[in-house]
């Protein structure tokens, strides 16, 4: 049985020092939880965590990539610096990257493609703003991105589907159970779809938005959730392996 997936998205934040902390931190009782552990720091830090996690289970990865292999692409890295510095996960389509950088479905599929290929698995964002949860529209939105942004080849083994509900990342507001539940059914509907029947059933779902030692335990017990995208509280340990600890 697939294990949850418990993903920190560090963003922007952290020193070589503080990076060296918490992963070791994180990695002294992180994998001993009934969960998978995975760590995405900043690219300047990735060799750092690397390094303090070791051996001991926990997952690495990137907070992006693009999709060619090499090239005159000042400031962006590749799948294969990824993999190189011991990555097995790369996000891409996170809500930030597509407001910020105004990447669209078909830029994300280009990079969840290029990460398959290398052989990294895909974490592919997807979530509605807060305008279109009001005009009714979040699940057609959701839907849409999920069927224009996953790769071709994805499959349960090589891609994860995140869904942040925009207008909750970094808010303090979260949807209810039932909004949870009603989306990742919906996205595994899309799913079965594309990629076939069997298809609900083993891709990993994860929830992102506002995620805390709070209400984990009761966001990873809803139907359909395979796991947790978490941001602010994965910046501190205790925090971030609370939620762990609530996996059911």
Known sequence: MTRILIAGNWKMNGDISMAQNLATMIASEGD???????????????????????????????????AAE?????????????????????????????????????????????????????????????AERESGDALAVVGSQVASSLPDAASATNTVIAYEPVWAIGTGKVPTVEQIAE????????????????????FRILYGGSVNAENADEILRTDGVGGALVGGASLKAESFLAIGRSCP
Do not use: W
Request: proline share 2%; hydrophobic share 35%; glycine share 12%.
């Open 70 to 130: 090499a090239g005159a692409h000042t400031g962006d890295i590749s799948v294969g610096m990824l993999t190189d510095l011991g990555c097995g996960y790369v996000i891409v389509g996170h809500s930030e990257r597509r407001s910020n950088h105004g990447e669209t479905d078909a830029d994300v599929k280009v990079k969840a493609e290029a990460a398959v290929e290398g052989g990294l698995t895909a974490i592919v964002c997807v979530g509605e703003s807060e």
């Open 32 to 66: 001993a939880l009934n969960c998978e552990y995975l760590l995405c720091p900043p690219f300047t830090a990735i060799q750092t965590v690397a390094s303090a996690i070791g051996d001991s289970g926990i997952s690495l990865g990137g907070q992006d990539c693009h």
């Open 183 to 202: 989306m990742h059914l919906h996205i595994k509907s899309v799913l079965t779809q594309e990629f076939g029947s069997d298809s609900s059933k083993t």
